[in-house]
């Protein structure tokens, strides 16, 4: 199939390794030698890919030379990130197993470990790529590797599917077991420059001493099937040896019909627009010809200065060939960000290295940029407490492994990131942090709610607001809310229950899911009824302790054009997460990692607000699997399930409402509109100059480097580029910074958080954050009355369903059961002691029949209750590992849950710190008003019945106290 990729999200990660730390000359288990032609091999080909139509603005990355992790990182980014192309190229060095079925690519760390059991330390395994890429998302993979043993890789797409084969596309630039010649360092390496000329020439190919034929179509279309014999051709005219003497020839392998275009004109996105970029396109045209036209007349004086060569050792004619590059390589600087910054900032630099800041009078580059990123936990530790080791790491502390290269600058998410370094700082640092000027930029961290979920369309808050105070009331009371009661709820007014039953929504999606956390953190989703962050904005209306929802929140104005109707609701963060959850329709809200992005964290802290207990609040925010590192990621995935999607609020940067993710744009998503809490932080950020020890090499060239890129980015050009992506001014009142209306769903002028970011409250979540984590405990109680023998048996039964969310548990959580059974005495014995178990022992203990039978009595489920409470409440004082209890019950002995036994455990409840899952088999058993909602709700858990998917529902609500073990 021809593959054209214009107007897809396409990605190209050009990685070039012209740096190692470990040479022969320096150690025996060191690489060959260093690489200097290869920094033009990524600059170059930057550049003829920015001007070939295919790839547009922040859609190529620029990788120089990177470590192991930090390639893998890349490589596993750029693979999620592409939907349409994705482009890799490695140059650099590589290194085949003795038999030659492996091809290793050599990173900036690498070694050689020769031995009975080859090993090479820092390279990455071929297939280890290759299989990295055909995970992703990219419809079409392109690899082009210049590199010793390139020819090899053939042999390991050959042991691929074919239906990944499919998708991948080798070009090679050398045969098997060949080792090629690292050049002069002077420019760049043969295979890749003659690649570059391909894709750059306009027309008139080039004259023989450069090896062109104008064969690969002269500026127009140019597919992967016309590049490769054009090429082989530019190569074999050139004559290039290998190592070996004989020919170079690079090699090309795909399935057969497949073709991908790698060089566009006519229709499609173009790379730079407006009279800048075409005078660039003009004079990069005119240089190229100018270019090709004195490489002629250089043949023609190499014949004229023959004789006079001779005479003079031949050494203006040598001058006058090897000089074949008109640019020097460009001061390169290395940017670390907060991972969520990332495309915009990579987008600020691609626009900065084409602006006549960064252009020096003969046209050439004055700077390169790489921006990167790591978790922001990461990079505030690794300059705070390992800068000796990342000048010069060690195996058991290498943070060029764990965060990246040394950066010359630092932009993290919020100013409070640098003090959070400096006061915490060692006496003996390597690296001082230099601020430069105010905040870049700002954007509040907003709660984007979905516009569906019944909410109708408002210019106010008010209409939604009456509605959702009449749920609220009806709940109180244990009335039935109809279905005309519930249709005006907006988004940030408040919500209503489920129509048609009067009780407060169940939390959670109905697919199963397993939640591993990350960093050992609970992870969770939102849980429905009367509970958001704790007790902070609970109302309680009697004894029915459910949460009534503001009368009323701050909305859109009819002339505010930019704001989706109900948009713009104000508040803490957890009325808002009241508010939405309240609104039905197994609402959920989710936060990325609080560890990888100071979102997260910013948002972390307004979950925690008002001394909220961080169990609690963990239980009111996650998602199926590991958390996601970011915002963004985070709204890329909710897509591929539409009914999630339209049922999730996520906390996120306000600018991605606007610039969206860099994944399957053409998907359907929910639209969201923005609420913003005022006790969550907002991102602002800010340029920090890191200055290294024993760095001052060219210390006055990078300041100069530095300064320039920061006026840049500070100033107009900066500005233009982080307003298309939806900042806004770092100057109070924080106007956007883009021109138009602002995006929908956004507010153009919303009040802005109370809360600024300070040092402290950030360590302190993050402190908070990570204590929560540690394997899980689950007590479950399973009523085995004389009742429950109807339904007892099969998946839908009480052991079966209990059997089902063992999947949430894993090896490391502490769980039993209790046979609930008996009204005088002991009340309860062990069906499943209380400790570690293997899943399959818990089964065993659960099977019908056996162990787990119908007793011939009543049950006490007060006394029950209060025996689980105490039990899981003394175990939980000296830790804050994720607890729960789950109570599976027909209802048939609710007799007893009653006045003050009823009494007893809602404020047993209240105080123990400990949620409770009522799970009845009973329909109507968690409507408002009933003791198992009532119980549930005083607890801050859940209540599931019929109307829910119980299996589902069960183990998800394990799912998120567990580790989990699917």
Not at 349 to 356: E, F, G, H, R
Not at 520 to 535: E, I, L, P, V
Not at 749 to 774: I, K, Q, W
Request: net charge negative.
């Amino acid at each position: 199939m021809r593959f054209d990729p214009r107007g897809k999200a396409n990605r190209a990660l050009i990685v070039g390794v012209s740096e190692y730390d470990h040479t022969k000359a320096d150690t025996p288990d060191g690489v060959p030698g260093q690489l200097p032609g290869v920094r033009y091999n990524r600059t170059t080909l930057t550049e003829a890919l920015h001007r070939g139509g295919v790839f547009r603005e922040g859609e190529i990355v620029e990788c120089a030379s990177p470590t192991q992790d930090g390639f893998v990182a890349a490589v596993r980014r750029a693979a999620q990130d592409a939907r349409g192309l994705l482009l890799l190229y490695f140059a650099g060095h590589g290194i085949v197993t003795s038999y030659g079925d492996e091809l290793f690519l050599q990173m900036r760390n690498a070694r050689v470990a020769r031995g009975k059991q080859e090993a090479f330390p820092g390279a990455v395994q071929m297939t280890a790529v290759l299989a990295e890429l055909a995970a992703g998302n990219a419809e079409r993979i392109v690899v082009i590797l210049d590199c010793c043993y390139a020819g090899n890789a053939a042999g390991v797409w050959h042991r691929f599917e074919p239906r990944d084969r499919q998708k991948i596309l080798l070009l090679m630039s050398v045969q098997s077991n060949r080792l090629i010649h690292r050049g002069d360092g002077r420019r760049a390496t043969p295979f890749t420059r003659h690649l570059v000329r391909l894709l750059q020439e306009s027309g008139d190919g080039g004259g023989e001493g450069d090896g062109g034929d104008g064969d690969a179509g002269g500026g127009g279309e140019l597919w992967l099937s016309e590049l490769y014999p054009a090429l082989k051709e530019r190569m074999r005219k050139a004559r290039v040896p290998t190592a070996s003497d004989e020919p170079q020839d690079p090699q090309a392998v795909w399935e057969p019909g497949e073709d991908v275009l790698l060089r566009a004109v006519g229709p499609g996105p173009v790379p730079r627009t407006g009279w800048r970029g075409l005078l660039r396109t003009a004079v990069a045209f005119l240089h190229d010809t100018m270019d090709r036209l004195r490489r002629r007349l250089r043949l023609l004086l190499v014949l004229v200065l023959a004789l006079a060569a001779l005479a003079a050792g031949g050494y203006a004619v040598a001058v006058l060939i090897v000089d074949d590059a008109p640019c020097a390589p460009p001061l390169e600087l290395r940017v670390l960000t907060d991972p969520d910054l990332e495309p915009a900032l990579s987008a600020a630099a691609d626009a900065y290295l084409v602006s006549d800041a960064d252009t020096d009078g003969d046209g050439c580059r004055r700077t390169g940029i790489t921006v990167f990123n790591a978790g922001a936990a990461d990079a505030v530790a690794g300059l705070r407490d390992r800068t000796d080791a990342w000048q010069q790491p060690r195996d058991d502390d290498d943070p060029q492994r764990d965060v990246g290269p040394q950066p010359d600058v630092w932009i993290p998410a919020s100013p409070a990131d640098v003090t959070r370094v400096t006061a915490g700082q060692e006496p003996r640092v390597f690296a001082h942090l230099q601020p430069m000027g105010a905040p870049l930029a700002y954007s509040p961290v907003v709660l984007a709610v979905p516009t569906g979920g019944g909410t109708t369309a408002t210019t106010t808050g008010a209409p939604g607001a009456e509605t959702g105070a009449t749920g609220a009331r009806a709940r109180a009371t244990g009335a039935k809310v109809t279905g005309a009661q519930v249709t005006g709820a907006g988004s940030g007014a408040g919500g209503a229950g489920v129509a048609g039953t009067g009780r407060p929504s169940a939390g959670t999606e109905g697919t199963r899911r397993a939640p591993a956390r990350a960093a050992g953190a609970a992870t969770g989703a939102g849980s429905g009824s009367a509970r958001a962050a704790g007790a902070a904005g609970a109302i309680r209306a009697g004894s029915a302790n459910v949460r009534r929802t503001p009368a009323a929140w701050v909305g859109a104005t009819s002339t505010d054009e930019a704001v989706t109707a109900g948009a713009g609701g104000q508040g803490s963060l957890a009325r808002l997460v009241a508010a939405f959850e309240a609104r039905g329709g197994r609402p959920q809200v989710l936060r990325p990692d609080p560890e990888f992005t100071d979102t997260g964290l910013l948002a972390t802290m307004g979950l925690y607000a008002q001394g909220a207990d961080a169990r609690s609040a963990e239980r009111s925010v996650g998602q199926a699997g590991p958390p996601s590192p970011t915002a963004g990621e985070l709204l890329c995935a909710l897509p591929y399930d539409p009914a999630q999607d339209a049922r999730s609020a996520v906390l996120a940067p306000e600018f991605l409402l606007k610039s969206g993710v860099g994944c399957a744009s053409e998907m359907v998503r929910a639209r969201r509109v923005a609420e913003y809490p005022d006790d969550v932080p907002a991102l602002q950020p800010t340029f920090v100059r890191v200055r290294w020890e024993d760095g001052d090499q060219d210390a006055q060239a990078r300041d100069a480097a530095v300064k320039r890129f920061h006026e840049w980015l500070s100033g107009d050009g900066g500005r233009r580029v982080l307003g298309a992506y939806g900042f806004r001014s770092a100057d109070a009142p924080h106007r956007l910074l883009g021109p138009g209306p602002a995006a929908p769903g956004v507010r153009t002028d919303p009040a802005m958080p109370h809360e600024t970011a300070e040092a402290t409250a950030m360590n302190a979540a993050l402190e908070r954050y990570r204590s929560v984590g540690g394997p899980g405990r689950v007590l479950f109680l399973l009523d085995s009355s004389g009742s429950m023998a109807r339904t007892w048996e099969g998946p839908s039964g009480g052991p079966g369903l209990l059997k089902q969310s063992l999947g949430g548990l894993g090896d490391q959580d502490e769980y039993g059961v209790w046979a609930v059974a008996g009204t005088s005495g002991r009340t309860h014995t062990d069906l499943l002691p209380f400790g570690t178990h293997r899943r399959a022992d818990a089964v065993r203990a659960l099977d019908p029949g056996g162990s787990a039978r119908v007793r011939d009595a009543e049950a006490d489920p007060h006394a029950a209750l209060l025996d689980a409470l105490a039990f899981l409440h003394g175990r939980g004082t000296d830790d804050q590992r994720p607890q729960l209890i789950v109570y599976l019950t027909d209802d048939e002995d609710n007799t007893r849950l009653t006045g003050r036994a009823l009494d007893d455990v809602l404020q047993r409840a209240r105080t123990a710190g400990v949620p409770v899952a009522m799970v009845s088999l009973a329909t109507g058993g968690c409507d408002g008003g009933r003791p198992d909602a009532r119980i549930s709700a005083a607890s801050s858990g859940r209540c599931l019945d019929p109307g829910d998917d119980l299996g589902a529902a069960l183990h998800d609500e394990v799912a998120r106290t567990g580790t989990g073990e699917e």
